[in-house]
């Protein structure tokens, strides 16, 4: 992945007001920022303990700085993003985080700060996020059944510490809380009515994701995909289900409301119903290579050219060349590549997923 470094003869001419949009006419409105490869879990669906037993992570000197993050944040925020999620591994393992968030707070043009992480860590650094300025958590979680949700963490999860994680969050003001439940059949699928009724009425919105072929370490096999259609009649025979409209363009949940009232309910359906066509996300890996596509093969280096001493301009140049190009829409045609030999893809810690 060498540097992509502008030609001076195609200049590119950006004004802080511009609207920026990809080949298929898709805003930049989102980064995602992965603030540290490492995780606390191995999880089998993303970092599975047999590929990563004795995998070398990134060094410190290779991640990008708080100092980079900001400079990067900013130059996003000139392009149209207004939203930001801090992501990993588990982000909560890089160290004072909360002065990262406090630094991206202050972004002219930054309106949502959220945070992703599996909530083992949560618990003590709750309200220095939230003093900071994070406006939203969402947590990893995959059960409520203890042996379940162990095994899920690849044996390092403790089910207790996460709810207390958790609830910590609700008492910051860290809110909505969503949590990501990965269902794959055989698993966890018998679990979901479960943590339904474990977080039903609580205000915190549960959202299931279809088991997706993210990397190429995680042995997808869509015969483990349960579908967003097939979760939503089995819960339907429990608690019926409203459509509820979406919040804002690119959302990539489909929202549910309870009927008797009890809060909603999300689908993420990458695998049976694609979104693509409505994706606004960029993602930022811990060494500054900048990704348009969560199935992406590979990313753009942003770290040398700022290492290097680009300008802002320079850097905000770069990045609209990158985005204009832009015409992934991988979920969309992934029928069409089943069967060939699978490609190389970044992997899902690398990016946040």
Same mark, same amino acid.
């Given at each position: 992945?060498?540097?992509?470094?502008?030609?001076?003869?195609?200049? #590119?001419?950006?004004?802080?007001?511009?609207?920026?949009?990809?080949? @298929?006419?898709?805003?930049?409105?989102?980064?995602?920022?992965?603030?540290?490869? %490492?995780?606390?879990?191995?999880?089998?669906?993303?970092?599975?303990?047999?590929?990563?037993?004795?995998?070398?992570?990134?060094?410190?000197? *290779?991640?990008?700085?708080?100092?980079?993050? *900001?400079?990067?944040?900013?130059?996003?925020?000139?392009?149209?993003?207004?939203?930001?999620? +801090?992501?990993?591994?588990?982000?909560?393992?890089?160290? $004072?985080?909360?002065?990262?968030?406090?630094?991206?707070?202050?972004?002219? !043009?930054?309106?949502?700060?959220?945070?992703?992480?599996?909530?083992?860590?949560?618990?003590?650094?709750?309200?220095?996020?939230?003093?900071?300025?994070?406006? $939203?958590?969402?947590?990893? @979680?995959?059960?409520?059944?203890?042996?379940?949700?162990?095994?899920?963490?690849?044996?390092?999860? &403790?089910?207790?510490?996460? +709810?207390?994680?958790? *609830?910590?969050?609700?008492?910051?003001?860290?809110?909505?809380?969503? @949590?990501?439940?990965?269902?794959?059949?055989?698993?966890?699928?018998? !679990? #979901? #009515?479960?943590?339904?009724?474990?977080?039903?009425?609580?205000?915190?919105?549960?959202?299931?994701?279809?088991?997706?072929?993210?990397?190429?370490?995680?042995?997808?096999?869509?015969?483990? #995909?349960?579908? =967003?259609?097939?979760?939503?009649?089995?819960?339907?025979?429990?608690?019926?289900?409203?459509?509820? &409209?979406?919040?804002?363009?690119?959302?990539?949940?489909?929202?549910?409301?309870?009927?008797?009232?009890?809060?909603?309910?999300?689908?993420? =359906?990458?695998?049976?119903?694609?979104?693509?066509?409505?994706?606004?996300?960029?993602?930022?890996?811990?060494? !500054?290579?900048?990704?348009?596509?969560?199935?992406? =093969?590979?990313? %753009?280096?942003?770290?040398?050219?700022?290492?290097?001493?680009?300008?802002?301009?320079?850097?905000?140049?770069?990045?609209?060349?990158?985005?204009?190009?832009?015409?992934?829409?991988?979920?969309?045609?992934?029928?069409?590549?089943?069967?060939?030999?699978?490609?190389?893809?970044?992997?899902?810690?690398?990016?946040?997923?």
């Amino acid at each position: 992945m060498g540097r992509l470094r502008p030609d001076p003869g195609d200049h #590119v001419h950006v004004t802080a007001q511009v609207i920026l949009a990809d080949t @298929l006419n898709r805003p930049l409105r989102d980064l995602r920022i992965s603030v540290i490869d %490492t995780c606390n879990f191995r999880c089998p669906y993303c970092m599975p303990e047999s590929e990563y037993a004795d995998y070398s992570f990134l060094r410190c000197e *290779e991640r990008l700085s708080y100092d980079e993050i *900001e400079r990067l944040a900013r130059v996003f925020a000139r392009l149209g993003v207004n939203k930001l999620r +801090l992501t990993g591994g588990e982000p909560l393992l890089r160290k $004072r985080l909360h002065e990262l968030v406090s630094r991206l707070s202050a972004i002219d !043009g930054i309106e949502d700060i959220a945070l992703t992480t599996n909530a083992m860590l949560l618990a003590p650094q709750a309200e220095d996020l939230a003093r900071a300025g994070l406006g $939203r958590v969402t947590v990893s @979680l995959d059960s409520v059944d203890p042996d379940v949700f162990r095994a899920m963490s690849g044996g390092r999860g &403790d089910l207790d510490r996460v +709810l207390a994680g958790i *609830e910590a969050a609700r008492a910051a003001g860290l809110a909505p809380i969503k @949590l990501n439940v990965v269902v794959q059949r055989g698993i966890n699928d018998d !679990g #979901v #009515v479960a943590l339904l009724e474990r977080f039903r009425g609580t205000g915190t919105i549960v959202r299931f994701i279809e088991f997706m072929d993210v990397g190429t370490r995680n042995a997808w096999n869509r015969e483990q #995909v349960v579908s =967003s259609a097939e979760l939503r009649e089995r819960i339907a025979r429990h608690w019926p289900l409203r459509a509820l &409209d979406e919040s804002y363009r690119g959302e990539t949940a489909e929202r549910y409301a309870f009927t008797d009232g009890a809060g909603e309910v999300g689908f993420i =359906s990458s695998v049976s119903q694609p979104f693509c066509g409505d994706c606004t996300r960029a993602r930022l890996s811990t060494d !500054g290579q900048l990704f348009t596509c969560l199935f992406a =093969s590979q990313g %753009t280096d942003l770290r040398g050219p700022l290492r290097d001493g680009a300008g802002e301009d320079e850097l905000l140049e770069l990045v609209t060349r990158i985005w204009r190009g832009r015409s992934d829409r991988y979920s969309e045609v992934r029928a069409e590549v089943d069967g060939r030999r699978a490609r190389k893809r970044i992997e899902m810690y690398q990016i946040g997923g």
